[in-house]
């Protein structure tokens, strides 16, 4: 099992330009959500899906878009890129809650830079 | 309005010393309390978590001591090692487990 993949790893962008991080997992969990990582913040959530063709925001959705086609799938699109969208991020998924084990496995993260 | 509050922000401990990691949460609706585990350029990673329904839980050298009626949790490195150096973060999650939300972290330095 690959577990959590993401990319591109790094990216670089300018102001207003729009771009798609790609998330993929290959255990079949029907929860995904994407996570941004800042110095002294924590990771905080963005939007999550709880199943292909649902999606929901999180703690700081704008500027951000989601879609969930395939269990598989979760890309993030940046529709207009500002400054304070440079960070980390961090696609997760995992079994539906409900278990004795609620882990969220994270991807390895994509670094962004916006100018 | 921060829902888990970690302390302290950084830590450094001696090889062999105990680490201790201190967080609050405020809503009484979270019922499962992870801990991850976090290396520089890596994702998080899940260290041990607890339930609410118990009051300690144990895992090697790892330990999280849970207060329900203070709404504390805290995580104890016993036997601290340098390759526990890492970023650690506590987080709740909400009955619908349909998010984690997460203390700001916490950096831990163990010296040899």
């Known amino acids: 099992n690959a577990g959590v993949t993401q990319t591109p790893k790094f990216q670089v962008l300018k102001t207003g330009q729009s771009m798609t991080l790609q998330c993929a997992q290959d255990?079949?969990?029907?929860?995904m959500s994407w996570y941004r990582q800042d110095p002294g913040m924590g990771l905080r959530l963005i939007h999550y899906?709880?199943?292909?063709?649902?999606?929901d925001q999180g703690e700081v959705p704008n500027g951000y878009n989601v879609s969930r086609s395939t269990t598989e799938d979760f890309p993030l699109r940046l529709l207009s890129a500002a400054p304070s969208q440079t960070s980390v991020y961090f696609c997760?998924?995992?079994?539906?809650?409900?278990?004795?084990?609620?882990?969220?496995?994270f991807g390895p993260g994509t670094r962004l830079t916006v100018l | 309005q921060q829902q888990v509050k970690q302390s302290p922000q950084s830590l450094i401990v001696q090889k062999g010393g105990i680490s201790i990691i201190n967080c609050a949460y405020e809503?009484?609706?979270?019922?499962?309390f992870p801990w991850y585990q976090q290396f520089p350029g890596k994702g998080p990673a899940l260290l041990i978590a607890i339930r609410p329904d118990v009051s300690e839980k144990k895992e090697g050298r790892f330990t999280i001591s849970f207060n329900k009626s203070a709404k504390q949790f805290s995580l104890h490195i016993m036997d601290s090692q340098p390759g526990d150096s890492a970023t650690y973060f506590c987080a709740a999650e909400n009955q619908a487990g349909t998010a984690l939300i997460f203390g700001k972290g916490t950096t831990l330095s163990v010296s040899s």
């Open positions: 997760a998924s995992s079994y539906p809650p409900g278990g004795k084990n609620n882990e969220q496995f």
């Open positions: 809503n009484t609706a979270f019922d499962y």
């Open positions: 899906s709880v199943g292909a063709g649902i999606t």
């Open positions: 255990m079949n969990h029907e929860y």
